[in-house]
């Protein structure tokens, strides 16, 4: 079935055709710092349970594998990096996890919860086996509503959030053109992303940054103009230290139109590379410098 993309013209540069077939897209250059000749093959569990609403990039109807799935498995397969899918959180004991170099997480809500989407929660001492993991070494990245999971409440910030490095303060539903602006071209997947580009998508507004964060895309909220959304530009896309651990996230991934754009796909496939150790990067702490007083909000 071939879609009609003509929001490309909106997107990420233009730089991909106005149409686009309903597969993985060949991408033989997703990463523009790929990993050495004869590097090891990192295995990466690919996470997508989410309590609430599930986004259509991973919901599995009638196939075997969601669309941001099989995306992901295309890329791999031509960056050294194993993909394994699931949405089943039993799967998060330190017998399992030991097994893999890196988590990515696209979900959503209390993941140690039921929820309504039948498949099983991680339990209270998985997320803190994943979150010790990772403070041991393992790699992280986090995609989209990655950043509306695990909420904080009352009794304050969240250890998942705090490794993420940010969250979910509110959304709007329905989709919008805004502005990305580029602060590190040197990051992995980065240096072809343009200076200043506009997306359409859902957009997040986030709280809780971490002092820790590498910036790599500002939120350009002026570009912006519902509600919460009239605030001084924040992170969207960053890479952390957890530990000895690596963190990725981007805002960006609900629109199919952006995870077919080979943008997008250089960038985040330079953050899977980086978070499992393939590549390497510097994360020099630079949100203060970038987004003065962001962290305190």
């Known amino acids: 079935m071939v879609y009609d993309c003509l929001a490309l013209a909106l997107l990420l540069l233009a730089c991909g055709p106005t149409r686009a077939e309903d597969r993985p897209p060949a991408a033989a250059n997703a990463s523009d710092t790929p990993a050495p000749p004869g590097a090891p093959r990192k ?11 599930e986004d259509a990039m991973i919901r599995r109807t009638n196939r075997q594998l969601s669309p941001a799935e099989e ?31 890196a988590f990515c997480f696209f979900t959503s809500g209390d993941l140690t919860q039921p929820g309504s989407d039948g498949n099983p929660p991680i339990t209270a001492a998985g997320k803190a086996a994943l979150l010790q993991a990772i403070q041991e070494g393992k790699g992280f990245i986090g995609i989209h509503s990655a950043a509306d999971t695990f909420n904080s409440g009352a009794q ?13 303060k509110v959304r709007v539903r329905g989709m ?11 990051f992995p997947g980065m240096n072809s992303v343009p200076a200043d580009f506009a997306v359409v998508e859902e957009w997040y507004a986030l ?18 103009s519902r509600g919460s959304y009239y ?5 969207s896309t960053w890479a952390q230290k957890y530990g000895q651990g690596r963190v990725f996230y981007t805002s960006l991934g609900h629109q199919k139109e952006v995870w077919l754009n080979p943008v997008f796909q250089q960038l985040l496939t330079g953050g899977v590379t980086w978070a499992a150790g393939l590549v390497e990067a510097d994360v020099t702490p630079n949100i203060d410098k970038v987004a003065p007083g962001v962290s305190k909000q």
């Open 43 to 53: 295995k990466i569990l690919f996470f997508s349970k989410c309590n609430e609403y």
């Open 71 to 101: 995306i992901m498995s295309e890329l791999g397969k031509q960056n050294r990096l194993a993909f394994t899918f699931t949405k089943d959180g039993s799967m998060f004991t330190p017998e399992t996890m030991a097994k893999f170099d």
């Open 156 to 168: 304050g910030v969240d250890p998942y959030i705090k490794m993420l490095g940010g969250e979910l």
């Open 176 to 186: 919008g053109s805004a502005h990305q602006i580029l602060v590190d071209t040197n």
């Open 207 to 224: 709280r809780n940054f971490s002092t820790n964060l590498h910036v790599l895309l500002m939120q350009d909220t002026a570009s912006m």
């Open 231 to 235: 605030a001084p530009n924040y992170p």
